[in-house]
Every structure is written in C-alpha cells, then in structure tokens.
C-alpha cells in the first residue's frame, strides 16, 4: 500500500511516544477494523502498518480531546479507499457506486477486487461469506455501525460524507446482507 | 395505532439513531405491532449475528506490523524541511559560515576593484549649485538688465521684488523706470 512511500520527518521525542502509544492502546482495535475492510490479513496488515505510518506523520493534526479512534478509523477508510482506487485502476474492476442499490445477481458475486473473490471463495461462514459480498462502501458502514457501535454521526466523519448518506448505505447494506443469508441458508438446506 | 414504521426508521430505531420523539413513538408502536416488532426483532438479530462473528473472529495485533512501522520511517527519505535542518546543523553549518565569512573578507576589496573606479561629482558642481540657489535674487548674474515693459502696469502693485530692480539699477548705472 502507498502510505510509507514519499519523505517523512526524522524522529523526535514526541513523535515516537505517541506513535508508541497509540499502537499500543489501538493497534489491536486498528487491525481487527482493516481486517474486517479487507476480509484478509495480509491486506490487513498493510492497511495497519500505513496507517500507523500516517500516524507517524500526521500526528500534530491529531486534536487532543477527540476521538483517537475515530481518527485513525478515517485514516484506514482513507487509505483503504485509495487502494480500492488503486486496484480498480489496475485490475480495470468495477467498483459499485456508492448509493446504487446492489442486488445480489445470482452466480456474479458483488466481490470486485481479486482479494474479495478470493475471501469470497475461501470462506465458510455464511454471515463473512455475504460481508465480503458487499460493495466496500457498505462493508465499511456495516463494521462501523453494528460491530465498532459509532454512532451516524461519527460514522459520517470517518466516512467522509453526510449522515443521510450514512443512513441510506446502512440501511440497503443490511436489507442486502439479511438477503445473501437468506440465499445462502438456502443454498446449504439444499 | 400509529402507522408502521417505515423500513428505513427500524434501522434507525435499532441503532438509537432516531429523534428522540420519534424513538418514543416507535417504541409505543413496536408494544402494540406485531409485524413491526417482527421486523425490529429481525434486524436486532442481524447485529447480534455480526458481533457474535466478529468477536469470533478477533484477532490480536501482530508484533510484525510494530516493526514494520518503524522500519518504514527509519528507511524514508527526510523531507526537504528535515535536509535542510541536517544540514544547517553546528558540526556542518559553522565551518560552512566561517567558510564563507573569510571568502566574503578575501573577494571583498577584489570584488571592489572589478567593479572599476566610483564615478565622482566635482565639489564645485554642490558649491555652484548652492550658491545659485541660496542666492537671493537668482537673475543677479545676467549681464542684461531686465527692460521695463511700457505697458502702464503698474510694478509698484506688482508681485516682481524690488531688491531685483534696484541691483539691476545699480549695475546698469541708473535706468529711468516708468512708472
């Protein structure tokens, strides 16, 4: 991922306690979040160890008394969207739009990149199977919403967009994840 | 009754996203509907479900990514910011200062002679221009005196001072002025 490329700061006292600090308190929570954002952990990883880099850098715009969480959350949606970007530039994929409505479309999985068909494969769990189903705008609203339990408003700054956007996302990310269970079930019933 | 909620407004509701007035209408229609508390019950169940899963799958942060981070900024290239400083820092910046001071002392009066010798203004070009102007009639240097003009103005009403007209009397040896 791109976050360590380009010129950076020498360390400094301050700097390197607080990166130390902050993986310490939030490096588990940071890595289960881009874990669930990536549905592997080598992309995991990668997306935490930027993240922690952009930190490292971007650490005076931290405004104490807010959220770290929040914070670094926006970091690894940032990045995490960049990649998408990235991938989707190179792999030519389609990545949904964000308020398109996704109908899951038989044997076309919603899975664009190559690592969400590979999730998608390898996966047993019904409920992780249909998570990597989701574009990764509603992938992200979902984990945001029901596992981390932010609030819209929160959500809407980490995503980077209005809470009617939020609201919207939620909602057809759980109407569509309720319907791939569902399919799902039914298909192992058979 | 109230009228069901809309589809929308059950997600809300589940994530306490709702208005407070509305959350209470909700609640007093989710006692009284049985096919709205169905679709609450559903959809608090579909929480449920995910954060069973992920806490199921949890995972702890692996030490390598630690390293990882510090092996990344150890191994970037300083901003120019940061070069900069490095290089202005005392065991570099002083003997480049000293350096420079002791070029600035040699090339000094080179650079002086190179720019070839300073034009000058000859002291009497100040003194003549001082004098001509601090003089206190500056037409006292002609060598014609002024003519009165017969146009039966009247000069003694006039602005033109009369130290200009007596000079030029007196070094003219006497003009009749018309009056």
């Known amino acids: 991922m791109g976050a360590s490329r380009g010129p950076i700061e020498p360390p400094s006292p ?3 306690a607080f ?17 669930r954002l990536t549905g592997n952990e080598a992309d995991a990883r990668d997306l935490t160890q930027d993240a922690f880099v952009r930190v490292y850098r971007a650490w005076r715009s931290f405004v104490p008394g807010t959220s770290f969480l929040s914070w670094i959350y926006r970091i ?3 990045l995490y969207r960049d990649e998408l970007r990235r991938r989707k530039g190179r792999y030519e994929e389609e990545i949904p739009e964000d308020n398109a409505p996704q109908e899951f479309g038989g044997e076309r999985p919603l899975a664009v990149t190559p690592i ?7 996966l047993s769990e019904p409920l992780s199977r249909s998570l990597a189903l989701l574009a990764p705008e509603q992938r992200q609203v979902v984990v945001l919403a029901d596992i981390e339990e932010f609030s819209y408003q929160e959500i809407a700054e980490i995503m980077g967009c209005s809470i009617g956007t939020v609201r919207s996302r939620l909602h057809r990310a759980r ?4 319907r791939l269970l569902h399919q799902q079930r039914q298909q192992q019933q058979r | 009754m109230t009228p069901h909620l809309q589809p929308q407004a059950i997600t809300d509701y589940v994530h306490g996203a709702l208005p407070p007035a509305q959350d209470a209408l909700a609640y007093a229609h989710i006692h009284v509907c049985g096919s709205c508390r169905a679709e609450v019950e559903l959809e608090r169940a579909l929480t449920d479900l995910l954060r069973e899963d992920a806490a199921r799958e949890e995972r702890e942060f692996p030490s390598l990514i630690k390293a990882a981070v510090w092996q990344t900024i150890r191994d970037a290239k300083p901003t120019p910011l940061a070069r900069l400083k490095a290089f202005l ?5 002083v003997p480049v200062a000293t350096a420079l001071l002791v070029g600035a002392l040699i090339l000094g009066p080179v650079g002086h002679l190179a720019r070839g010798p300073v034009p000058t203004i000859d002291a009497s070009f100040y003194l003549d221009e001082h004098d001509a102007q601090q003089a206190p009639n500056p037409l006292a240097e002609r060598t014609t005196p002024l003519q009165p003009l017969e146009t039966g103005y009247d000069q003694s009403a006039s602005d033109i001072p009369d130290v200009a007209a007596q000079e030029a009397v007196a070094t003219s040896g006497g003009i009749d002025v018309v009056h």
């Open chain 1, 14 to 16: 301050e700097r390197t």
């Open chain 1, 76 to 78: 690894v949606t940032n």
């Open chain 1, 116 to 122: 969400d068909d590979y999730v998608e494969r390898q």
């Open chain 1, 175 to 178: 109407a569509l994840l309720r």
């Open chain 2, 89 to 93: 820092r005392p065991a570099i910046a």
């Open chain 1, 19 to 35: 990166l130390e600090r902050a993986m310490e308190q939030y490096g588990k929570a940071t890595y289960n979040f881009a874990y």
